[in-house]
């Protein structure tokens, strides 16, 4: 895997559908809605949507924690706002798939993956 530096992400890196790889719970809301989508899908124009339940919402990009120096994304979808800090941004050696690793604030660790289009 190729890791992508926490400086050099940009909206077009997220930008697309997100399948749910793997999901933890931390002490998190198991019936939260983020915990149980199994698709995040990252539109232009900071539109969010989560399937299967098509709700949507409004994503963005966060870079002003000057502790941790780690970008975190910013959701307001249906009623819940969150923050996941993102731990991981990184793609396979031939650019088919991507993962993204965030983490929420309620404690909830998602591994997200999104297949690349090929050129």
Not at 24 to 42: G, L, P, W, Y
Not at 52 to 66: L, Y
Request: net charge negative; proline share 3%; glycine share 4%.
């Amino acid at each position: 895997m190729y890791y992508i530096d926490f400086n050099a992400i940009t909206d077009e890196h997220l930008e697309g559908e997100w399948r749910v790889h793997n999901r933890t719970f931390n002490r998190s809301d198991v019936e939260s809605i983020f915990a149980k989508a199994e698709k995040h899908s990252f539109l232009k124009d900071g539109v969010f949507k989560l399937s299967p339940s098509d709700v949507i919402g409004q994503w963005s990009i966060k870079r002003n924690d000057d502790l941790v120096r780690r970008p975190f994304l910013s959701f307001e979808v249906g009623s819940e706002k969150a923050e996941a800090l993102i731990t991981r941004l990184s793609y396979t050696p031939d650019k088919s798939k991507c993962q993204l690793n965030i983490y929420f604030s309620t404690g909830l660790e998602l591994v997200l993956l999104k297949e690349l289009v090929k050129d």
